[in-house]
């Protein structure tokens, strides 16, 4: 057997705090949230063991993405402030080990979620995994500015892949929940990558602050949120949901909306002046959890 | 054992018995979704 090299890290066994982080948790809880509140949207339930086993595979697919992206991305992490502590381009873990690790946890979910489940549900949560991987990782994030706009659908798979895990078909409503996430991903990275591109300039990433300037970026927040707005007010007058969810929605969103204009009309070009663009980062996470929170509610409430 | 050695076990400790635990969980759920699917309520 070859003699360990103990002065690198790498060389030992990585910690399985390490595997954890890899699968970026945080990231995870806001997926496996939208895809509970697309499960208990649905009009029937499945049992409850195939109802958590459904959102545990949607949270595995998600920690797949989460490590095969960092997989991928190790050297750009590295010259990110942000990202320079995560475990790959800190040293802490081999690159295939997370390699192995994220293949490995996107092939088991998709045969849970589907030995479970049905099949559909777990084509989509396939479909999720190569694209956020393949098309938004590997091929669009270092390319167009445009990344977010594209990559946003694979964030948006979840409500759409628990409804039908727990229907086995897809409807209107979880189209328009996809719709909504999908529409939200540009204002909600592009408020974040407003305050932080210059962590994107320096590695490289075509983020739309550091190609097409500030005061455009702004415009297409600005823009974005009201085809949101309309998504996330839609289901209301459709009847696909009732009045609690779209009072609630219509007051979320015009929140939004609002935030989106002082944005649009801010015009600091350091962090420090960017207050506005840190409070529609805060409350766009909190804008989805509510507004799926109020859909649930809405369903089992009516 | 040298100071490096002892981490590595313990690394691969830790890494066996989170292993003995997510296997466990797994052969449970695996019992449950059988019960679910095959309409044995309980």
């Given at each position: 057997m070859p003699a360990m090299?103990?002065?690198?890290?790498?060389?030992?066994?990585?910690d399985w705090r390490d595997f954890l982080a890899l699968t970026k948790p945080r990231v995870m809880s806001l997926v496996v949230f939208s895809g509970l509140a697309g499960l208990l949207a649905a009009p029937e339930m499945p049992p409850l063991v195939l109802g958590f086993t459904a959102i545990l595979c949607i949270a595995l697919g998600a920690g797949a993405c989460g490590a095969l992206n960092q997989w991928y991305e190790a050297d750009i992490d590295a010259k990110m402030r942000r990202t320079a502590k995560r475990p790959l381009p800190d040293g802490r873990m081999d690159r295939q080990a997370a390699l192995h690790f994220g293949v490995g946890l996107g092939f088991f979910s998709v045969l849970l979620m589907g030995l479970a489940t049905n099949w559909l549900a777990a084509a989509l949560l396939a479909v999720s995994i190569l694209f956020y991987v393949?098309?938004?990782?590997?091929?669009?994030k270092p390319r167009t500015p445009q990344n977010i706009v594209i990559g946003g659908a694979a964030g948006a798979f979840p409500p759409l892949i628990g409804w039908v895990a727990a229907t086995g078909h897809v409807a209107t409503l979880p189209v328009l929940l996809f719709a909504i996430v999908f529409l939200w991903t540009p204002p909600h990275f592009w408020a974040l990558s407003l305050f932080v591109r210059s962590d994107y300039a320096a590695a490289g990433i075509p983020m739309l602050p550091v190609v097409a300037g500030i005061e455009n970026t702004r415009r297409q927040i600005f823009y974005y949120s009201l085809p949101m707005a309309a998504a996330a007010v839609a289901p209301w007058p459709l009847g696909l949901a009732g009045a609690i969810y779209g009072v609630c929605a219509a007051i979320l969103s015009f929140v939004f909306v609002a935030l989106a204009a002082r944005v649009l009309t801010n015009r600091a070009a350091e962090p420090a002046g960017m207050g506005p663009e840190k409070h529609l980062f805060a409350f766009s996470v909190f804008y989805l959890f509510a507004l799926f929170t109020v859909l649930v509610a809405d369903r089992w409430l009516a | 054992m040298t100071k490096p050695e002892e981490e590595v076990v313990r690394r691969q400790r830790e890494r066996a018995k989170i292993m003995a635990w997510l296997l466990g969980a797994f052969v449970v759920l695996l019992f449950f979704i059988t019960m679910a699917k095959t309409g044995m309520n309980w």
């Open positions: 090299d103990m002065t690198n890290p790498a060389a030992f066994p990585a393949l098309i938004y990782t590997v091929w669009l | -």
